[in-house]
């Protein structure tokens, strides 16, 4: 949801939608989001007896200091990025690719992480993850034009059309089949799916579809920590050393009270997702 978000560029790639607009409208939705989560964590641990702070030698506001210090060059690395992108200087490929020599000479001489041998096993990881991307791209192609041709998107917009026509449940009706995507499929391939087919069905109930990419972004966030997937739950547990089953209520609750509300009130509050891409662009 926070740009620059992948989902949100690939989104207004299949959908020919302004990426600024809808990194805009997912921004929205992803402050929404973090106001919901601070509030949950926060009544949560309240309850959690065990947490003390940490202790830390010395001033805490010179060690804080030094460190903020030293982490300046790599965070002007998403100032160039965000800035070039929002004040039209750079396209979003443009931006990673200033991005990425930024970061050469940064890795070298000041953090002096990187080194030739991991900067050229780098170069050759990169290199397959782009083979694995295009090829992706072009079965989104072929799967985007397969649908288009057969006419789904009209076919399924009378399924829904069937069920009802009221503007608030075939909004719900749409939540739903996301939610269900995002639970049983992974990021792109959800992605995939619900903008081809689902945001014209969005659309012919009003709903703009810089609006929809806020709505489709929360919707598969939410999956990625939804069983039976979750790949962020499947990856927290191995990063903590604990176990998927001990994580899962304790996202439940976060699934009930944040992302749940937070997708409520964008999908039936406009307002609150095209503020400002409006703000911006008018």
């Not at 992302?259 to 406009?270: A, C, D, G, S």
Request: hydrophobic share 55%; net charge neutral; aromatic share 10%.
């Amino acid at each position: 949801l926070i740009p620059p978000s992948g989902t949100q560029l690939v989104y207004a790639w299949l959908t020919q939608q302004s990426v600024l607009k809808c990194f805009l409208s997912a921004l929205a939705a992803g402050l929404v989001l973090t106001f919901f989560l601070l509030v949950v964590n926060f009544l949560a641990l309240r309850k959690v007896d065990d947490i003390r702070l940490v202790q830390v030698e010395g001033n805490p506001f010179s060690a804080l200091g030094k460190r903020t210090f030293n982490a300046v060059p790599a965070l002007v690395m998403p100032l160039i990025v965000l800035g070039g992108i929002y004040g039209g200087i750079m396209t979003p490929t443009e931006a990673a690719g200033v991005a990425a020599i930024y970061a050469i000479p940064i890795g070298f001489w000041i953090y002096k992480g990187l080194t030739l041998r991991v900067f050229w096993e780098t170069l050759k990881e990169s290199s397959v993850t782009i083979g694995v991307v295009m090829v992706l791209i072009f079965m989104v192609l072929i799967v985007s034009k397969y649908l288009i041709f057969e006419d789904i998107p009209r076919i399924a917009q009378e399924v829904v059309f069937s069920v009802s026509d009221e503007p608030a449940m075939v909004l719900l009706m749409i939540n739903i089949v996301m939610i269900l995507i995002g639970m049983l499929m992974d990021d792109f391939s959800g992605l995939v799916l619900s903008a081809s087919l689902l945001t014209p069905i969005a659309q012919s109930v009003g709903m703009d579809p810089v609006h929809f990419a806020a709505v489709l972004g929360v919707n598969l966030g939410m999956g990625n920590i939804t069983p039976p997937t979750a790949p962020l739950l499947f990856l927290g547990a191995r990063v903590t050393g604990t176990s998927v089953q001990s994580m899962l209520k304790p996202t439940l609750v976060f699934i009930v009270f944040a992302w749940l509300p937070t997708l409520m009130l964008i999908t039936y509050i406009p307002g609150i997702a095209m503020f400002l891409p409006n703000f911006f662009f008018g």
